[in-house]
């Protein structure tokens, strides 16, 4: 259990030390561990430079807590790319699902709501099925007190669909695009893919976008929640 005791950062310094690390700049290495935490530094980027040798670990020749923290820096920009990324591809996400939306059933959530303007189909979560989705999302225009949805309800009596967009998470966008009926799937792959799209290559287009919003999605909640980016290995494929 002495791993899990609480250590100080010169104490951390120490054990590191012994492990063979070089350290360029102690006092440097002390600030930067108490401010992103050992495990979150160490723990998480040390994989590429350390050997095992029967349950003990020691550090590659020459290696410094400096290429480390330099790994983790390195992964921590890529993760805000990604995050800023996907902030983009959602907003034009949402843009053209209310704009498709809207074309096809108006801007009334209780007409283009309607289960029957989607296609159901059999899903291994019956949380994700079509009519929960629906109602997931008529239950946030009917009872949201987020703005601007109060706003249009309290003022207009409905919600359109570029406003309820603004509403719901980005899991629960992609749930909702999956059960599009074919004539608004086929707009929004033709906007999104633009003239490359045709009647021969529509079914290649459908499993593409379906896969793309899958790794999104995967990446997306990979970064918001911190993970490790660069080294990462992604359940979902292209």
């Known amino acids: 259990m002495d791993n899990y005791k609480y250590t100080t950062s010169e104490e951390q310094i120490k054990k590191l030390k012994s492990q063979n690390l070089l350290f ?3 006092e440097f290495a002390k600030i930067v561990l108490d401010t992103y935490g050992y495990y979150n530094i160490i723990n998480g980027y040390r994989d590429p430079y350390i050997i095992r040798e029967y349950e003990k670990k020691v550090y590659c020749p020459d290696i410094s807590f400096e290429q480390i923290f330099s790994l983790f820096q390195f992964d921590h920009a890529l993760r805000n790319a990604i995050l800023l990324s996907m902030i983009d591809l959602e907003e034009h996400l949402r843009a053209l699902v209310a704009d498709i ?13 309607n289960n029957n303007n989607y296609r159901d189909k059999t ?29 249009y309800r309290e003022m207009h009596g ?17 749930n909702y695009i999956k059960y599009f009926k074919s004539p608004e799937k086929t707009k ?11 009647n021969q290559n529509l079914d290649n287009f459908k499993d593409l976008l379906s896969d793309t919003l899958a790794l999104c999605r995967e990446y997306r909640n990979l970064a918001a929640h911190g993970g490790r980016v660069y080294n990462y290995i992604p359940n979902n494929k292209l």
């Open 24 to 26: 360029q700049n102690e």
């Open 101 to 113: 939306i809207s074309a096809s059933f108006g801007s009334d959530h209780n007409t283009y709501l």
């Open 123 to 151: 899903v291994s979560n019956p949380r994700f099925s079509r009519n929960n989705v629906l109602a997931y999302m008529r239950q946030i225009a009917n009872q949201s007190y987020r703005q601007p949805i109060k706003y």
């Open 158 to 174: 409905i919600i359109p669909p570029w406003i309820l967009m603004k509403g719901i998470d980005f899991g629960t966008l992609i």
């Open 188 to 198: 929004l792959i033709t906007k999104i893919y633009g003239e490359q799209v045709n």
